[in-house]
């Protein structure tokens, strides 16, 4: 997949916490970016399934990781992430985990 990610110049560096964001979920979307769904979204298209039914559950924000081993949700409340787990663990070929954040 990296090969087939464009060349571009370095984007300026944002002083952003994560953790400090998830008290404010509105800002959440916005620093969740990985460069390389938009190249490897074309060539796995579950992948890019997998996110957008996170954020169809509710999801306040959703990612791959690195170059596409998993795609994760940030829900805010354990209600919608369990409905959500509910919900995808039995997808065929799906393999979900329900997790909470460690230091919040």
Do not use: C, W
Not at 17 to 31: E, H, N, Q, Y
Not at 35 to 42: H, M, P, R
Not at 45 to 74: C, D, N, Q, T, W
């Amino acid at each position: 997949m990296y090969k087939k990610l464009p060349k571009k110049l370095t984007k300026p560096t944002v002083n952003t916490s994560i953790a400090t964001s998830l008290k404010r979920f509105d800002r959440l979307p916005g620093l969740l970016v990985n460069d390389l769904e938009s190249v490897t979204f074309k060539n796995y298209p579950k992948i890019r399934l997998l996110k957008g039914k996170l954020l169809r559950e509710r999801a306040a924000g959703g990612l791959m990781s690195g170059s596409g081993s998993s795609v994760f949700g940030v829900f805010g409340s354990k209600g919608l992430a369990q409905r959500a787990f509910d919900r995808l663990r039995n997808e065929e070929g799906v393999q979900a985990y329900l997790v909470h954040v460690l230091n919040r």
